[in-house]
T-cell receptor, first 113, second 112 residues
């Protein structure tokens, strides 16, 4: 079945460490997105990518970095510069140019200890 | 910049009650509108969407939403809720390219 796989489901990180969250899709979607979900704040866009080797900052990109070397993969690195990294992170993908909405992954819950 | 407002943060209903969740957006041009649902422990799923045509849109599980352009609104409705509708509901808007802007969500609790 086609879908989006995020791993790991739960992740613990020590303060000052970088950590990379994985997102893989086999839907042949062009566009991929990373959102952060916090209680009472909805989903806020971190980064998005419309095509391979290209990506743009979203509304809350500070302290995060991404790469898009393959169409299927869009990993997110949470760096030590992110002041409040504990959150639920959601990856999504969509077909470019057609407003079909997103397909979401099941998310990664990151906790900084 | 676009923004989406969901004024009801928490809603508590009894089974069989009717549901209406408000969603207002700020953008003067053509918009695509979505409602997503997140059941406890599950990923976000698309409930329904509006691009053009009939402003009354029917989605899955008996949900519907009405686009009222003059009010910049896209309220979600269900005539009779069930306990299984307990979830968090998100309204979202996109213009042109699909970058979605989400509202802050409404947590619905349906008591049996």
């Amino acid at each position: 079945d086609g879908g989006i796989t995020q791993s790991p489901k739960y992740l613990f990180r020590k303060e000052g460490q970088n950590v990379t969250l994985s997102c893989e899709q086999n839907l042949n979607h062009d566009a991929m997105y990373w959102y952060r979900q916090d209680p009472g704040q909805g989903l806020r866009l971190i980064y998005y990518s419309q095509i391979v080797n290209d990506f743009q900052k979203g509304d809350i990109a500070e302290g995060y970095s991404v790469s898009r070397e393959k169409k299927e993969s869009f990993p997110l690195t949470v760096t030590s510069a992110q002041k409040n990294p504990t959150a639920f992170y959601l990856c999504a993908s969509s077909i470019e140019g057609i407003p079909t909405g997103y397909t979401f992954g099941s998310g990664t819950r990151l906790t900084v200890v | 910049a676009q923004s989406v407002s969901q004024h009801n943060h928490h809603v508590i209903l009894s089974e069989a009650a009717s549901l209406e969740l408000g969603c207002n957006y700020s953008y003067g041009g053509t918009v695509n509108l979505f409602w997503y649902v997140q059941y406890p422990g599950q990923h976000l799923q698309l409930l329904l969407k509006y691009f053009s045509g009939d402003p009354l849109v029917k989605g899955i599980k008996g949900f519907e939403a009405e686009f009222i352009k003059s009010k910049f609104s896209f309220n979600l409705r269900k005539p009779s809720v069930q306990w299984s509708d307990t979830a968090e509901y998100f309204c979202a808007v996109s213009t042109g390219f699909q970058k979605l802007v989400f509202g802050t969500g409404t947590r619905l609790l349906v008591s049996p």
